[in-house]
């Protein structure tokens, strides 16, 4: 079972930046995608961010342009690169492993998440 560890939250003035880190604990050739959620208070979980296992990359529409995600399979790290960060943008994020299941269908595996904090 895969573990990932996420990193890299604070807190940080509104115009400032952030890199979320993500290690997994393994690397796995039934990797399908790694992908950034986050959580706001009272929010549901929402996506953020994705990246394939052949380096494709999809944002959601608030993070183009200000988010980067990226990966590091030789060291089986995950990062997200956050810029021109905003209040709205204050939240746990989590790190996603989604992978071909043993018998067919899909996983998910999740970090515990790292809280970001932006100020005004």
């Known amino acids: 079972q895969v573990q990932l560890v996420e990193s890299g939250g604070g807190l940080v003035q509104a115009g400032g930046s952030l890199t979320l880190s993500c290690v997994a604990s393994?690397?796995?050739?039934?990797?399908?995608?790694m992908r950034w959620y986050r959580q706001a208070p009272g929010k549901p979980r929402d996506w953020v961010a994705a990246i394939t296992s052949g380096g494709n990359t999809a944002y959601q529409a608030f993070a183009k342009g200000r988010f980067t995600i990226s990966r590091d399979a030789a060291k089986n790290t995950l990062y997200l690169q956050m810029s021109s960060l905003e209040p709205e943008d204050t939240a746990i994020y989590f790190c996603?492993?989604?992978?071909?299941?043993?018998?067919?269908?899909?996983?998910?595996?999740w970090g515990q998440g790292t809280q970001v904090t932006v100020s005004s």
């Open positions: 996603n492993a989604y992978v071909s299941g043993p018998t067919g269908g899909t996983l998910d595996y």
């Open positions: 393994e690397s796995t050739s039934n990797l399908i995608a």
